[in-house]
């Protein structure tokens, strides 16, 4: 399933804006390395030996770099092509290119080629020239520049995703590194457009960039692009633009820096104040909100988009997958450039009657303003559609407080009426909840597994169930090559049907991949949606989000809800769905004056200063195999 993060490389003006999301839980879930897909600024930062591939020489990471933190070393060859991976629109277009070259000796002879490839846009094979190499100083890099002919200037600059470069180097045969890096536009912002760069040099534990109101980007503190100078002048238009910078904590201390330059003038040097940055335990939440003026008169100007749906209920706006606090009809205020304009349409008869559909239409600003109408466009279908396979675990042993220890009698024993009970919820809750209030793009695929018949799961000490011991007893880890999430089913109730004493009513979710649901949760019976077996699913949802996607769930996740002003039962749905409706949609508004200590008062404010939620993982997948 495809996730949604994009990286910027130092001083590269081949680069798209991007946006991602935030988050935290107090559940505790393993975190996992972020991944993250191909972007322009990699490649074009040489910054993965797998973006490219050399046909006759040898390849390898090299720590020794012009920019970013990684360049592309090759060695045992005298002729060599370098092909990049397929790249989509790039910004900073100009008429000259060039890259770094770094030659161990001075060759005595040799050049070099470049070459792009654009086939969508009319581009077939381009050779830009040959720039001889002969004397090229050792050791240190040196500009390797070519011109670029107008039609393939004016190609460029238009919308494609199929543009790649080949790089070719003739030189004697060599046993030791030849490095490259940094393959960029140079000379200056085209057509006399200002040049605008951001590098933030810090952002413990997230930082979210805002440009005239719209969330451009969410930097986290192991997001590799921190500490590089990277050109984000498509997130301006003409005059004096907003650039609202938000840090957030999730624990610990809180730190920031944030530098901008304007045609290599700086004009933002926004650093976290010592008051705020010294080292010392930050309260979670928008700590610090803040709000500069970039004044850019030779960016194209800002164009409206109104974007109307056509619908009995006003629809929620979203940007580039980025819900902005807006519902149809709405008009923002956009610099030209590529968007991915959203409407989700929903309708809700609390408990259980709801509609969700979501929409979407790429558009291209220009020079004039531009109308949307999305539903023009068919809902989109389920991207996200989570495995979940239900193993029953057919006995339970409870301590008992009162008789200080195991007792025969008090065995828990799970029915066939039981397995079948949380089937059947498991699949109401997808059908009637989930796919509804995901805007119809999320939804469950639930099995069940052969019941564990002779290895009891036991609970100790009343505080929680000893899943280590029971999977010790009976794995469970090959499950998670067919499903993306395992149920264990445990049961709390005697063969008689009573409760068992010192019941454990306890759920709860782990490692991003397991659950624990037992009887004590599936009381409403058959076919209907179990609030319960959501919550658990969700925190999986929102472990996800955090660790892998690189976003931020707000203060406290999915125990947040009355953080941000949401109770059991507000608006009259059941439970707390009303907060999961938007925690869904990534609607869930977060203000700087919230405090992870305090509850706000009811419900939720309707404009928030950040929206949070688990939208990036309904919108990109959930996929941790």
Known sequence: MRRSRFMMTTSCALVLAACAQGTDTEEQIVDEAAQALVTPASVLGFESTADWTASGA???????????????????FSFVELQSAPLTTVSGVTSTIAFDLKAP?????????????????GVHTVWLGQVNLAGLPAGTFSPISFNLPQNVVDALSQTYSDLTF??????????TDYVVDNLRFVGGAPSGHSKVELRVSDADDRLVLWVNGLQRRMFNDGDPSIGQRIDVSDWFGSGDNDLRIQSINTGGPVSYGVEVWVDDQLVVNATCPA?????????QGIVADRT?????????????VTVTATSPQPGKVYVNDVFTGHTTPATLSLPPGDYTIGVGLGTESPPYDYTGSYREQSVTVGASPVGVDITANAPLGIQEDTRIGILPIRTSVNYSASLGGADPSNLGVL??????????????????????LSYGLAKWTVDVLPPVEDVPIYEPNHDGWDTGRFQSEHPTAHLLSDYDMI????????????????????????DDRYLAIPTTYTGAGIGVPNAGLLHEVMHNYEGYNRNVLGSYNGMHGLHGASNHGYYDGSNGEHDFVYFYRHFLRGQVAELEAMRPDSDWP???PTFGSLYVGVFPVLRHGFDVR
């Open 487 to 510: 149920v264990l089913f445990i049961p709390q109730h005697r063969a008689d049907g009573s409760l068992v004493d010192d019941e454990s009513n306890l759920a709860w979710a782990w």
């Open 292 to 304: 500069f003026s970039v004044d850019t008169p030779n960016r194209p100007a800002l164009q409206p």
């Open 602 to 604: 009811p419900i939720g």
């Open 166 to 175: 080949k790089i070719v180097l003739n030189v004697p045969y060599t046993t």
């Open 105 to 121: 000796v001075s060759p005595a002879f040799g050049n070099a080629q470049l070459v792009v490839n654009i086939p969508s846009r």
């Open 275 to 283: 008051t705020l940055c010294n080292g010392q335990e930050v309260r």
């Open 415 to 436: 029915s066939e009426d039981d397995i079948e009970r949380l089937l059947t919820q498991a699949r109401a809750t997808s059908a009637r909840w989930l796919e509804p």
């Open 58 to 76: 040898v390849k390898s990471a090299s720590v020794d770099h012009s920019q970013g933190s990684s360049a592309l070393a090759l060695r045992n």
